[in-house]
């Protein structure tokens, strides 16, 4: 991996871990799951997952740290992906759609994680989780289609 990658990686894993920040008085609405999707697409599968494992980890230094950052790490990778498998047969209405049902899915896996972490009756967990969950993937659904075509305009110049 080259230096220049290497800046890229930190320095897209320092936007996110700053875009988390500034969305955290709104729960679970953040530009963060589209940009990682973006990635996935702009640079590579590698450096998607480099991007979020970082920036997940650096983050949860600063809204909390606990067994939860793991397990966020490891299925936020598994939705990535399953995005990576899926996103190339569909057009920016379509990659949408699955970016924000990956997003909810991944709501629903991380709830039924920490329902069997905390030993809850899973259907109370996610039941309680739905709502953010569905905010989660809205976001998704609204910050897919803006951050596309700057993503698009900054590697397709190859400016960053």
Known sequence: MSV??????????????VLRYAFAGLPNIKPISALYFLLVDAEDLKSSLLVMSI???VSSFLLGMGPWVLFQIVTFAAVICLWYLLYRHFRLFGQSVLAMLLA???GILID???????????????A???????AHALSTLLFYPILYPILRRLYHEKTF
Do not use: D, E, K
């Open 128 to 134: 309680a989780g739905a709502g953010f969950n569905l």
């Open 55 to 57: 920036s997940i980890f």
């Open 104 to 106: 909810f899915g991944y």
């Open 4 to 17: 220049r990658q290497l800046t890229r990686i930190a320095l897209l894993a320092a936007l996110c871990v």
């Open 112 to 126: 039924s994680i920490m329902a069997a972490l905390y030993q809850m009756p899973w259907w109370t967990y996610v």
